[in-house]
């Protein structure tokens, strides 16, 4: 993959925004409330078109959805009216695959997903740490070269979100995706990242920094926040995502 | 409740047929419940009244069918495309300001006594029911889950099939029950303005001769007949709405 790059220069939400992502990296955009963050990956997914730049993803120029991607949203965004295992095989029907075909790769990702017994429920009868899984299963089955998530777990409990943690790191390692990782948690994106992309305040919002997290992998994100070297990293960029989250305060 | 229900009911039934003999109601315009199923039963018992009963049923049927497919398609259309449904909005809303009754002399002119005047007549009531629901159900689509079904590679095709029609179902549903009625009652005036047969026909031939309890007859027999059809659309529409929780299911429709 060559480098994806976003430039947008837009009268609100993102100016020009650069950013380059290298194939089979884990990097979060983290920066204050309505920073834009969302925007730029909604551009990244090709959901939004820019006003002005471009973007590039594994060489080609992106027009239209970004069929490289996948994309896990902040909201529920599970179809209410499909079983767990119909949503699940969504994606591979979307691609022409006969439904009984794609019946077997979805129940793999059931189990997976740990939704084993409740292939035939309905999403409301569902906890909203198992809609999570039910969605993460639904992004992930179509192997996507890129992965898009949009603060996926800031609905979730601390407990349930740890554990969503680990399960996104598990499925990441070793399969060469690259994640692009937005949220407003630092810790998170610290624990989670090799990369982690500050954002000014908005609006007009620029990327205002970039820091190598070289953290050892494979990660125990159960301890992880408690390791010095962990630390170092989260007060640096703490330091400067500080003054954007004082700027967007005061504005 | 359905216990409560049915005393409300038989109070009713019971003050009126009390008033009536009475004397506090006059018999000649109030007739009498009794009176009435009595006029019901022989009305079955001689059969003449299932040739009426079938006409209006066909009738209403062919409205009520064409109008929803109509609708469907029209709110479906317009709800996609912005222009088109830009450029239709005043004609729709002059269209659909103009009372129904006013139309009916016109289509007896153009269609005739048969059923199709008021099978016309039926569609121009139920189209719009059914096409200003399917518009707002489509329009008011999660965006969320449409980008969701977008991102996970689904053609317009597929994005229609499963999820605008699906998430626009229960718009069309809460439709349907009022449209079944309304098609019904299109019909029967349709026939009550003209026409050689239907239960409309009865009730303004017993009109005409001051026959009372024939006019009560018509409408206890049509009431009966709404009642069945309605009680269908619920137990189809438990049937495809079965993904909904169950409280919200039954707040939307009402």
Known sequence: MSNVTHQFAGYTAVEDVSLSVSQGRFVSVVGPSGCGKSTVLSIAAGLLAPTSGSVDVLGNRLEGINRRAAYMFQQDALLPWKTVLANITLGLEFRGMAVEAARGPALEWVRRAGLEGFENHYPHQLSGGMRKRVAMAQTWIVDPDIVLMDEPFGALDVHTRLRMESEILGLWSGSGKTVLFVTHDLEEAVALSDEVVVLSAGPASRVVGSYAVDLPRPRNLIDIRTDPEFNRIYTAIWRHLRTEVLKSYAS | ?254
């Open chain 2, 1 to 254: 409740m359905i216990l409560w229900q049915g005393l409300l009911g038989a109070a009713f039934l019971l003050f009126w047929q009390a008033g009536a003999s009475l004397g506090i109601l006059d018999k000649f315009f109030f007739s009498r419940p009794g009176d009435i199923a009595a006029r019901v039963w022989q009305l079955f018992a001689a059969g003449t009244v299932w040739s009426h009963l079938a006409v209006t049923l066909l009738e209403a049927a062919l409205s009520f069918g064409i109008g929803v497919a109509s609708g469907i398609l029209a709110g479906f259309v317009l709800a996609r495309n912005h222009f088109l449904a830009a450029l239709f909005d005043p004609y729709i809303r002059v269209a659909n300001a103009l009372p129904r009754v006013v139309l009916a002399p016109i289509f007896l002119l153009w269609f005739g006594l048969g059923i199709w005047s008021k099978v016309a007549l039926g569609v121009t009531v139920v189209f719009f029911i059914v096409f200003f629901n399917t518009f707002q159900g489509v329009r008011e689509v999660d965006p969320v889950i449409v980008n969701n079904a977008r991102m996970l590679g689904a053609t317009e095709r597929q994005l229609i099939r499963h999820v605008l029609i699906p998430s626009a179902l229960t718009w069309i549903f809460s439709s349907l029950h009022i449209s079944i009625g309304f098609a019904i009652i299109a019909v029967v005036v349709g026939e009550y303005l003209g026409a050689s047969r239907g239960i409309g026909y009865l009730i303004a031939q017993a009109e005409g001769v001051f026959d009372t309890t024939g006019v009560f007859a018509g409408m206890a027999i049509l009431a009966a007949v709404v009642l069945l059809v309605g009680w269908g659309v619920d137990r189809l529409e438990r049937a495809l709405l079965r993904w909904k929780p169950r409280a919200a299911a039954s707040r939307e429709v009402a």
